[in-house]
C-alpha cells in the first residue's frame, strides 16, 4: 500500500469540465505506461476523490462500479468523449423556454431533462454507497441553509445513502442554469442548488475529509493532493463600469467574481498548509488562464463543437506545460511494494 493519502479534486465550471477531464487523460495514461497496464484507471490510485458541481459529476463516474464493485467502468477519456458527445443534450433549451425565462433571469435557464436523462443511462440505480472509492461531493440545501457534502464511506448509514441520480444531479443544480434539486430525505425536506456556492474549489473539504474520516488522520505531512480547476478567467470590472450597477447588472458577474474568489482562496490556503509542512512539492494545483476578452470560452454551458475543441486544446496545452510534475506525482501515486519476506 502506499503510505501517503492520495486525494484528487475538480472544481466547478460547468462544460468547462473538459479541461481537468483533458488533464486526467494525460495522467491516466502517464499511469498505464508506468505501471504496464492498458486497463489501469484514476481510481486505483486516489483514496479519495472530491468534485464541485461538474467535478462531482465526473467524481461520480470515475468511481462508478463496472464488471465488479471494485472495477471503475469509466476512463477518463470515456468522460472526456461523454462531455464531447452529449454536452448539447445538458444545455439545451428550446426557443420557446429561452423566450419564457428571459434568458435566465427570470427563470433556470435550461430544464433539466437533459442532465437527468444522462446520469440516468450512465449510473442507473446506483447508490453512493457503491461507488468503489471514499469521495465528497458538494451541494448546498437552501431548504435548512446548510452546506451537504455526498460522502461515500459515510453511505453505509441508512440516512446518508443517497441515489447517485440525486447526488450527481443536486451537485449540478447551477442557480440561474437549472432547477435546484428538491427532494425528502425521511421527513425532512431538501432543496440542493449547486455547491460552487460555498466551494468551488472543494481541495480543503477534502483535506478536512481525509484528516477527520480516513485511516491514520492524514495532514500534509503524508499526503498528496492534485487539484484541477476549470480555467481562471481574468476578466475585469472597473470602478466606472460597476458604480451604478443594480441587481440585474450585478446577477451574472457576481457568480463569476464568486466562484474564481472561493477558487482562488482555497489555493492560496492550500498552498500555505503544504508549505508549512515542508511539503509543497505533494501539492498540485493545475488551472489554466482564460483571457479577460475570450467570452465563449469562459461561458459555463457553450457547447458548440468549437468551443468544447478549445477547451479540450487547453486541457492539452496544461498537461504538456506541467508535465514533469504530472510524471513526478505518478510516482507519488504509485502503491508502494511491500519488501518479499526472505
Avoid at 488522520?217 to 463600469?241: D, W
Avoid at 477558487?263 to 501539492?283: C, I, K, W
Wanted: proline share 5%; hydrophobic share 40%.
Amino acid at each position: 500500500m502506499n503510505k501517503q493519502t492520495r486525494i484528487l479534486t475538480i472544481d466547478g465550471g460547468g462544460i468547462r469540465g473538459l479541461i481537468p477531464g483533458r488533464i486526467l487523460v494525460s495522467l491516466e495514461r502517464k499511469l498505464q505506461q508506468r505501471t504496464g497496464r492498458p486497463e489501469a484507471r484514476l481510481a486505483e490510485f486516489f483514496d479519495l476523490i472530491a468534485g464541485t458541481s461538474t467535478g462531482g459529476l465526473i467524481t461520480c463516474l470515475l468511481l462508478a462500479p463496472g464488471e465488479n464493485e471494485w472495477t471503475p467502468a469509466c476512463s477518463a477519456q470515456d468522460i472526456v468523449d461523454l462531455y464531447q458527445n452529449h454536452g448539447a443534450e445538458i444545455f439545451d433549451a428550446p426557443l420557446s423556454k429561452r423566450i419564457r425565462s428571459l434568458n435566465g433571469l427570470r427563470d433556470e435557464r435550461y430544464e433539466a431533462h437533459g442532465l437527468e436523462r444522462l446520469i440516468d443511462e450512465r449510473v442507473g440505480d446506483l447508490w453512493l454507497s457503491q461507488l468503489i472509492k471514499p469521495c465528497l461531493i458538494t451541494a448546498y440545501d437552501v431548504t435548512q441553509r446548510k452546506a451537504k457534502f455526498f460522502t461515500q464511506h459515510d453511505a453505509r448509514n441508512d440516512d446518508k445513502d443517497y441515489p447517485i441520480k440525486v447526488v450527481a444531479r443536486a451537485t449540478s443544480a447551477a442557480p440561474t442554469y437549472f432547477e435546484a434539486m428538491p427532494g425528502e430525505n425521511g421527513r425532512t425536506p431538501y432543496a440542493y442548488v449547486d455547491g460552487g456556492l460555498f466551494a468551488n474549489n472543494p481541495a480543503m473539504c477534502a483535506y478536512v475529509e481525509a484528516y477527520r474520516k480516513l485511516a491514520g488522520k492524514p495532514t500534509a505531512e503524508n499526503m498528496v493532493i492534485l487539484s484541477l480547476g476549470t480555467g481562471q478567467i481574468s476578466r475585469s470590472y472597473p470602478y466606472r463600469s460597476v458604480k451604478n450597477w443594480g441587481v440585474v447588472q450585478w446577477l451574472k458577474p457576481l457568480i463569476d467574481i464568486m466562484m474564481a474568489g472561493a477558487s482562488e482562496t482555497v489555493d492560496y490556503q492550500m498552498r500555505q498548509l503544504f508549505q508549512a509542512h515542508g511539503r509543497s512539492q505533494n501539492y498540485l494545483r493545475l488551472q489554466a488562464n482564460i483571457a479577460k476578452d475570450d467570452t465563449d470560452l469562459a461561458e459555463l454551458d457553450n457547447v458548440t463543437p468549437t468551443n468544447m475543441d478549445r477547451l479540450l486544446a487547453l486541457g492539452v496545452q496544461l498537461a504538456d506545460e506541467h508535465e514533469a510534475e504530472l510524471d513526478s506525482l505518478v510516482e507519488k501515486l504509485l502503491p508502494i511494494e511491500e519488501p518479499t519476506p526472505a
